[in-house]
T-cell receptor
Framework: QQQVKQSPQSLIVQKGGISIINCAYENTAFDYFPWYQQFPGKGPALLIAIRPDVSEKKEGRFTISFNKSAKQFSLHIMDSQPGDSATYFC???????????FGQGTTLQVKP | SAVISQKPSRDICQRGTSLTIQCQVDSQVTMMFWYRQQPGQSLTLIATANQGSEATYESGFVIDKFPISRPNLTFSTLTVSNMSPEDSSIYLCSGFPGQGGEQFFGPGTRLTVL
């Protein structure tokens, strides 16, 4: 029940295309859903996050769509760029515990 | 957001030895956490480092193997004890300022056990 399932495991997108990564969760107590971006040799960096009181959040080229009833959320990267090539992790936490449960990760490659 | 540094950035250790990893935040944070990221894998929470008291460990992690200290609101250490090759991983610390804040990560310590 604590799992967060992420797909796909890897993704190849052409420059300018849309990258879509999906996550699903079981624990209805989760109330915070961040996405992290990780480059090789670096720690994860927060990209964007959403709480269940909204269905969508957009920051620049990055959008989170959230479906509370389906217990799913997704990351959309518009106009994908080669510099977006990285590993993306969704995560979830509940309350103010700060304890993050991470998805399995998606390796994104954006081809020039 | 605040910045976290970790020392060492990487190390190669012999089986049976111990390594202490230091984590320093440039501002006070309510919570600090330690995560493990095995090669090519996701992050798994090891424990919550509690200031002034014993750490809270997640299932599968024990204090004897991963003793943790947190003497103040900006510093924590994680020791990987009696290491085996299975402990080869990246160890990451994170800081969380509390409600409404974002959790941010250090650069990680890449540990290789021979």
């Amino acid at each position: 029940q604590q799992q967060v399932k992420q797909s796909p495991q890897s993704l190849i997108v052409q420059k300018g295309g849309i990258s879509i990564i999906n996550c699903a969760y079981e624990n209805t107590a989760f109330d915070y859903f961040p996405w992290y971006q990780q480059f090789p040799g670096k720690g994860p960096a927060l990209l964007i996050a959403i709480r269940p009181d909204v269905s969508e959040k957009k920051e620049g080229r990055f959008t989170i769509s959230f479906n509370k009833s389906a217990k799913q959320f997704s990351l959309h990267i518009m106009d994908s760029q080669p510099g977006d090539s990285a590993t993306y992790f969704c995560a979830a936490s509940s309350g103010n515990t700060g304890k993050l449960i991470f998805g399995q990760g998606t390796t994104l490659q954006v081809k020039p | 957001s605040a910045v976290i540094s970790q020392k060492p950035s990487r190390d190669i250790c012999q089986r049976g030895t111990s390594l202490t990893i230091q984590c320093q935040v440039d501002s006070q944070v309510t919570m600090m956490f330690w995560y493990r990221q095995q090669p090519g894998q996701s992050l798994t929470l090891i424990a919550t480092a509690n200031q002034g008291s014993e750490a809270t460990y997640e299932s599968g992690f024990v204090i004897d193997k991963f003793p943790i200290s947190r003497p103040n609101l900006t510093f924590s250490t994680l020791t990987v004890s009696n290491m085996s090759p299975e402990d080869s991983s990246i160890y990451l610390c994170s800081g969380f300022p509390g409600q409404g804040g974002e959790q941010f990560f250090g650069p990680g310590t890449r540990l290789t056990v021979l």
